[in-house]
């Protein structure tokens, strides 16, 4: 890549759709931190609470299929506007309810406009950049949705700490006006020139298979039902999946375009990146009952360890476009996915006497280290997609990447319970084979990579 050759829009772009997107990582993680209060404010029971998770996750699964659709039909960044605009407007609902039932249904609309978030943002960016210029707008799109998770924990426990519960709704108010003023300023517009008809049989197999599956998943390891009705609803799920695949093999455009899994550099990067983001999905859940739980910190100490893993990502930003530059993908995949992976085992070996400088330092080699195998995955994934397939692809991407955070916390929830099996608490030793087992499962991702050719991703390099 010359250095004068045009890399697309100025960072400011990628950041003010990171900021976004910002609001939903970080209030999917900050309000964890917050249902003991938000209890006892709503007179409910803790695991009542549970509700307001699972109804945003179920919300958000049931609208993202037609995510793509919806840019193509509309524009993009007219669909990231209103996503935004209705994600703040339902953040406000959320912070003035008074019952578990107005609260419920304010999670579901934030659900609606949170699915549009990810993929609608990331399709403003794959249509303004060009593909040598991807993995550069895509390092900067990382670093605030990096950054949301990881100081969703000490955030959530300095809010309920020092203030109210809403609060944890009402800072999503000025990130998102902040948010929408930058987009309509400097955000350009992109609509497919001839978006297809609404394949509404393929919204409703594929939104059952998500809705279902997700829930299923999410309430497979203990919930609020029994394991039994989870994995009826889980079977379901999936059996929906197989109807979808079925009938989207049939028709000319289904919502959710499985043709793209020929494509070798999407399929390694989704399929693949599948087993990779186990570990993001289960990291704070895991992290949270290690530190607290298992060593006895406070919320807030663990927390700020959490956060380490955002200073990791951080760095990543100044050495990731060299490292895909000079080694390729196919080889940094190979070789950062699999030290990301051994860095995540490595938890399993920290002890409450563990030197607190040794574990933030493990922490932010671990941030380091995924975050830059997630910028490759992200732009690994376009590589080879057409103008045409860009909202299929990033639609799809979406759905892969939901999926990942539904298995990996109901799957580590579920080895959590069987680890502890009759012991009357839980204890760091039920908590260590979790790590390892998630970070062998991590290293199948390997499997597509080394499948790559060594010119995987020429395009985004030349």
């Known amino acids: 890549m010359d250095a004068d050759e045009d890399q697309g829009p100025e960072p400011i772009v990628p950041l003010i759709i990171g900021a976004a997107m910002f609001m939903q990582s970080l209030t999917a993680t900050i309000i964890a931190?917050?249902?003991?209060?938000?209890?006892?404010?709503?007179?409910?029971?803790?695991?009542?609470?549970?509700?307001?998770?699972?109804?945003y996750i179920v919300s958000a699964a049931v609208f993202l299929p037609v995510s793509g659709w919806l840019a193509d039909r509309f524009g993009a960044r007219a669909t990231l506007l209103a996503?935004?605009?209705?994600?703040?407007?339902?953040?406000?609902?959320?912070?003035?309810?008074?019952?578990?039932?107005?609260l419920v249904g304010a999670r579901i609309l934030q659900g609606a406009a949170g699915a549009m978030l990810l993929p609608v943002g990331r399709l403003v960016l794959l249509r303004v950049t060009p593909k040598q210029g991807?993995?550069?707008?895509?390092?900067?799109?990382?670093?605030?949705?990096?950054?949301?998770?990881?100081?969703?924990?000490?955030?959530?426990?300095?809010?309920?700490?020092?203030?109210?519960?809403?609060?944890?709704?009402?800072?999503?108010?000025?990130?998102?006006?902040?948010?929408?003023?930058?987009?309509?300023?400097?955000?350009?517009?992109?609509?497919?020139?001839?978006?297809?008809?609404?394949?509404?049989?393929?919204?409703?197999?594929?939104?059952?298979?998500?809705?279902?599956?997700?829930?299923?998943?999410?309430?497979?390891?203990?919930?609020?039902?029994?394991?039994?009705?989870?994995?009826?609803?889980?079977?379901?799920?999936?059996?929906?999946?197989?109807?979808?695949?079925?009938y989207a093999v049939r028709v000319q455009d289904p919502i959710l375009q499985l043709s793209l899994f020929r494509i070798q550099t999407f399929s390694a990067a989704t399929l693949g990146g599948f087993f990779m983001r186990l570990m993001i999905g289960g990291t704070p859940f895991l992290l949270v009952l290690l530190f607290q739980v298992g060593f006895g910190m406070s919320p807030l100490t663990a927390g700020w360890f959490i956060f380490a893993?955002?200073?990791?990502?951080?760095?990543?930003?100044?050495?990731?476009?060299?490292?895909?530059?000079?080694?390729?993908?196919?080889?940094?995949?190979?070789?950062?996915?699999?030290?990301?992976?051994?860095?995540?085992?490595?938890?399993?070996?920290?002890?409450?006497?563990?030197?607190?400088?040794?574990?933030?330092?493990?922490?932010?080699?671990?941030?380091?280290?995924?975050?830059v195998q997630m910028t490759g995955l992200n732009a690994l994934a376009y590589a080879d997609i057409?103008?045409?397939?860009?909202?299929?692809?990033?639609?799809?991407?979406?759905?892969?990447?939901?999926?990942?955070?539904?298995?990996?916390?109901?799957?580590?929830?579920?080895?959590?319970?069987?680890?502890?099996?009759?012991?009357?608490?839980?204890?760091a030793s039920h908590i260590y084979p979790v790590f390892l087992i998630i970070g062998v499962l991590s290293l199948a991702s390997l499997v597509w990579f080394m499948r790559l050719p060594a010119s995987a991703g020429a395009s985004l390099r030349d």
């Open 134 to 246: 991807l993995v550069r707008a895509l390092s900067y799109l990382a670093i605030p949705m990096l950054i949301g998770p990881a100081i969703g924990p000490p955030l959530g426990g300095f809010i309920v700490t020092y203030f109210s519960w809403p609060w944890i709704f009402f800072i999503n108010v000025p990130v998102g006006v902040l948010g929408a003023l930058l987009i309509m300023r400097f955000v350009q517009e992109v609509k497919s020139e001839s978006p297809t008809v609404l394949d509404i049989p393929g919204v409703v197999l594929s939104a059952t298979a998500l809705a279902c599956t997700i829930y299923g998943l999410e309430n497979i390891g203990g919930g609020h039902i029994s394991r039994e009705l989870a994995a009826a609803i889980l079977a379901v799920g999936l059996g929906a999946a197989a109807g979808y695949v079925f």
């Open 386 to 427: 057409d103008s045409a397939q860009m909202a299929s692809s990033s639609t799809l991407t979406g759905v892969f990447q939901m999926l990942a955070q539904a298995v990996a916390v109901g799957g580590a929830a579920a080895l959590l319970y069987a680890a502890q099996g009759a012991a009357p608490q839980l204890l």
């Open 33 to 55: 931190a917050a249902l003991p209060v938000m209890a006892d404010a709503l007179n409910e029971p803790v695991l009542a609470l549970n509700l307001t998770i699972t109804a």
């Open 309 to 371: 893993i955002a200073i990791g990502a951080l760095l990543m930003r100044f050495t990731s476009i060299q490292m895909f530059r000079r080694f390729g993908f196919r080889m940094v995949l190979i070789v950062n996915g699999a030290l990301a992976s051994l860095s995540y085992m490595a938890i399993a070996f920290l002890r409450p006497s563990t030197s607190y400088w040794l574990i933030a330092a493990l922490l932010i080699l671990h941030g380091y280290l995924r975050s």
């Open 83 to 102: 996503a935004v605009c209705v994600f703040v407007f339902a953040s406000v609902l959320c912070g003035f309810s008074r019952t578990l039932e107005e």
